[in-house]
């Protein structure tokens, strides 16, 4: 059985809907509410980052883009990579976007001290700001260059959707994106209402 490492409103939530839509059985375990959680995630991943998969042969996979690509890959039924290799590229181009230029902006605006060789507050909120900034911008040009890899209504949502309705959570991003990227937005409240997915995220974001 897959046994996914992490919290509540976190980065595993993507992978947690991914493993829904491939529909195989998995084991949720919560790094927030047990020490020895916390302590069996730092024996498989050092850098206690979440979310981390372990596969049911024992081996561990982390960083989101990766466990997603492996899900896809290994279970193709699900659609969370599409078949066609030119599409394929591209989605998997969405996700290293999303993880190097989105997701990698959330850690320094939660963590700007990690950042700073001294991290006094005006230091901090100057660092803060301005990656808030790029980071929204760095979701309109996602908006503008990868919208026609979505999901559109009939078909399966894939990776890209989940990480990206996952990612766009934090940091503000979704109240810019309403007055800048209209379309995409909608887009992302109509993954959030998907049937597989709901659920997941309203576990993790409760109203």
């Known amino acids: 059985m897959y ?16 493993l829904e839509l491939c529909e195989i059985a998995y084991r949720f375990i919560d790094v927030e509410t047990s020490p020895q959680a916390a302590q069996a995630l730092e024996k498989l991943n050092p850098l206690k980052q979440i979310p981390t998969l372990q596969l049911p042969d024992g081996s561990v996979l982390t960083e989101s883009a990766a466990i997603l690509i492996h899900l896809g890959l290994t279970f193709p039924e699900s659609n969370l990579l599409p078949a066609d290799p030119a599409e394929r590229d591209q989605a998997i181009r969405g996700l290293a976007f999303i993880v190097s230029n989105c997701y990698a902006a959330i850690g320094i605006i939660d963590y700007p001290e990690r950042w700073l060789a001294n991290a006094d507050e005006a230091s901090r909120q100057n660092l803060m700001a301005g990656t808030r900034q790029r980071l929204h911008w760095s979701w309109e040009v996602f908006a503008d260059q990868f919208s026609a890899e979505l999901y559109l209504g009939e078909e399966a949502p894939g990776a890209l959707d989940v ?8 940091g503000g991003s979704r109240e810019h994106l ?12 109509r993954i959030d209402r998907h049937p597989i997915l709901a659920p997941v995220f309203a576990r993790h974001w409760p109203a």
């Open 3 to 18: 046994q996914l490492y992490g919290h509540q409103n976190s980065g595993a939530a993507a992978i947690e809907a991914a």
């Open 178 to 189: 309403r007055r800048t990227r209209p379309g995409f937005s909608a887009w992302l409240e």
């Open 163 to 170: 990480l990206a309705a996952v990612v766009t959570r934090w």
